[in-house]
């Protein structure tokens, strides 16, 4: 039996997923909203406070940004591993495993006696919260009606920058008001209550098939799925924009709130971590994108995504507060619909382990984060903003370079152009 859609478990081949606008299909994206909510919400919680620790713990913008990387490496390792205990357990299970133990580590690491402890913390919460964007593409791929996938896709990424707001909206004015450790802690509950309505609302899988149940021989081992996910150049290229764009996103918002304290701006904390709202167009960006990619193709969309966010990130050299919180919608929308665009073409393009493609992809996207998120710091400390700011466009400017070379749609040809011009009654 050939299955209803491609890469689908053979013995669930008479299902085609969710249908658009399907009590299940809501159920499905309201459950992944929250698992993004409680995820990224705590995961970026504490940059909204970098400042903060730098200054109660007594380090540099650039070890305290480590904070934030110790947690995205924990990720980036932890990725692989949870495909696998997706492949066994099955994709709800092991997404609802690994929020509630991340849960349980974000209540507790901020109050970590030492800076040592608390990068060590971080990381092992970085670990498990590696479950959920592990998971969540590859589970929207096998219970979502193939042509509203990327659809699907966007409402999810929507639904970490929501996450990622949240948790640095709350972390901000608590902070302000108490310390950072209280700040901290507060988005933990809050993480806490999303992970408890994901599991609630979430439905059980019908597409997976769990390995034990699988047929003698259509089994792959881990070696050969990551094999065949790290030899096709499309994915390559579509693991680069994961690693260059988060890196470069993730540094913007490390050290901005350095720069907003300082001339000529010299914003109060609470102001500062307002400037975080921007990730509202993030959440707006990335559900468009994924309509917009359904009805025009990924390739044009991703493009004009890196275009948005490059932009944006060089307005942000401004001394007008305006203009740089312009820049900073900006390249916060153009992010967020490259990420939606390129995480959910991923799952598309993979024939085989879907699961282990999207670990690779986001492998790649918080080891960036981990990287950029503190190079970033070193550039600016040795050339101010500037330094930063030209790093950041530097990446995002051969995340472009990438698309145009590598992930040109392949029924794209040049004469069609031509084409299209000689039609035309003049």
């Given at each position: 039996?050939?299955?209803a859609?491609?890469?689908?478990?053979?013995?669930?081949?008479?299902?085609?997923?969710?249908?658009?606008?399907?009590?299940?299909?809501?159920?499905?994206?309201?459950?992944?909203?929250?698992?993004?909510?409680?995820?990224?919400?705590?995961?970026?919680?504490?940059?909204?406070?970098?400042?903060?620790?730098?200054?109660?713990?007594?380090?540099?913008?650039?070890?305290?940004?480590?904070?934030i990387?110790?947690?995205?490496?924990?990720?980036?390792?932890?990725?692989?591993?949870?495909?696998?205990?997706?492949?066994?357990?099955?994709?709800?299970?092991?997404?609802?495993?690994?929020?509630?133990?991340?849960?349980?580590?974000?209540?507790?690491?901020?109050?970590?006696?030492?800076?040592?402890?608390?990068?060590t913390?971080?990381?092992?919460?970085?670990?498990?919260?590696?479950?959920?964007?592990?998971?969540?593409?590859?589970?929207?791929?096998?219970?979502?009606?193939?042509?509203?996938?990327?659809?699907?896709?966007?409402?999810?990424?929507?639904?970490?920058?929501?996450g990622?707001?949240?948790?640095?909206?709350?972390?901000?004015?608590?902070?302000?008001?108490?310390?950072?450790?209280?700040?901290?802690?507060?988005?933990?509950?809050?993480?806490?209550?999303?992970?408890?309505?994901?599991?609630?609302?979430?439905?059980?899988?019908?597409?997976?098939?769990?390995?034990?149940?699988?047929?003698?021989?259509?089994?792959?081992?881990?070696?050969?799925?990551l094999?065949?996910?790290?030899?096709?150049?499309?994915?390559?290229?579509?693991?680069?924009?994961?690693?260059?764009?988060?890196?470069?996103f993730?540094?913007?918002?490390?050290?901005?709130g350095?720069?907003?304290?300082?001339?000529?701006?010299?914003?109060?904390?609470?102001?500062?971590?307002?400037?975080?709202?921007?990730?509202?167009?993030?959440?707006?960006?990335?559900?468009?994108?994924?309509?917009?990619?359904?009805?025009?193709?990924?390739?044009?969309?991703?493009?004009?995504?890196?275009?948005?966010?490059?932009?944006?990130?060089?307005?942000?050299?401004?001394?007008?507060?305006?203009?740089?919180?312009?820049?900073?919608?900006?390249?916060?929308?153009g992010?967020?619909?490259?990420?939606?665009?390129?995480?959910?073409?991923?799952?598309?393009?993979?024939?085989?382990?879907?699961?282990?493609?999207?670990?690779?992809?986001?492998l790649?996207?918080?080891?960036?984060?981990?990287?950029?998120?503190?190079?970033?710091?070193?550039?600016?400390?040795?050339?101010?903003?500037?330094?930063?700011?030209?790093?950041?466009?530097?990446?995002?400017?051969?995340?472009?370079?990438?698309?145009?070379?590598?992930?040109?749609?392949?029924?794209?040809?040049?004469?069609?152009?031509?084409?299209?011009?000689?039609?035309?009654?003049?």
């Amino acid at each position: 039996m050939t299955p209803a859609h491609p890469g689908r478990a053979a013995s669930s081949a008479s299902w085609n997923g969710h249908s658009h606008g399907s009590s299940d299909y809501r159920k499905l994206l309201a459950g992944l909203f929250f698992a993004g909510i409680a995820t990224f919400a705590q995961l970026y919680s504490p940059q909204a406070v970098l400042a903060q620790i730098a200054g109660d713990v007594g380090v540099s913008a650039a070890d305290a940004a480590l904070v934030i990387s110790a947690s995205t490496l924990g990720l980036a390792i932890g990725v692989i591993p949870w495909s696998l205990v997706a492949d066994r357990l099955g994709r709800v299970r092991a997404m609802s495993i690994a929020v509630i133990a991340a849960t349980v580590f974000g209540l507790l690491v901020p109050f970590a006696p030492t800076f040592s402890l608390l990068l060590t913390g971080r990381f092992v919460e970085g670990l498990m919260l590696g479950g959920v964007p592990a998971i969540a593409i590859a589970y929207l791929s096998e219970e979502i009606e193939p042509r509203h996938a990327a659809r699907a896709a966007g409402t999810y990424v929507a639904g970490t920058s929501i996450g990622g707001l949240l948790g640095r909206l709350v972390a901000g004015p608590v902070t302000e008001l108490t310390n950072w450790r209280v700040g901290v802690f507060t988005v933990g509950v809050l993480c806490a209550v999303s992970a408890v309505l994901f599991i609630s609302l979430i439905p059980a899988p019908r597409g997976f098939v769990p390995r034990r149940a699988r047929e003698r021989g259509t089994d792959l081992s881990l070696v050969r799925l990551l094999g065949a996910n790290l030899k096709s150049p499309r994915l390559l290229a579509l693991y680069a924009q994961g690693f260059l764009l988060m890196g470069g996103f993730v540094a913007l918002y490390n050290y901005l709130g350095f720069r907003l304290a300082h001339d000529p701006f010299n914003l109060p904390q609470a102001l500062i971590s307002l400037v975080f709202v921007a990730y509202l167009a993030g959440t707006w960006s990335s559900a468009q994108a994924g309509i917009l990619a359904a009805r025009f193709g990924r390739w044009s969309i991703l493009l004009g995504s890196l275009a948005c966010m490059t932009v944006g990130v060089l307005l942000t050299l401004s001394s007008v507060l305006v203009v740089v919180l312009l820049g900073l919608v900006l390249a916060t929308a153009g992010f967020f619909a490259a990420h939606a665009v390129a995480s959910g073409w991923t799952g598309a393009e993979a024939t085989v382990g879907r699961a282990q493609a999207s670990s690779l992809y986001n492998l790649s996207y918080y080891a960036g984060s981990s990287l950029f998120g503190w190079l970033g710091g070193v550039f600016f400390v040795q050339w101010g903003w500037g330094g930063t700011v030209g790093m950041v466009a530097g990446l995002a400017v051969l995340a472009a370079a990438l698309t145009v070379v590598a992930l040109r749609p392949r029924n794209l040809r040049p004469h069609r152009t031509d084409s299209w011009l000689r039609r035309l009654p003049f």
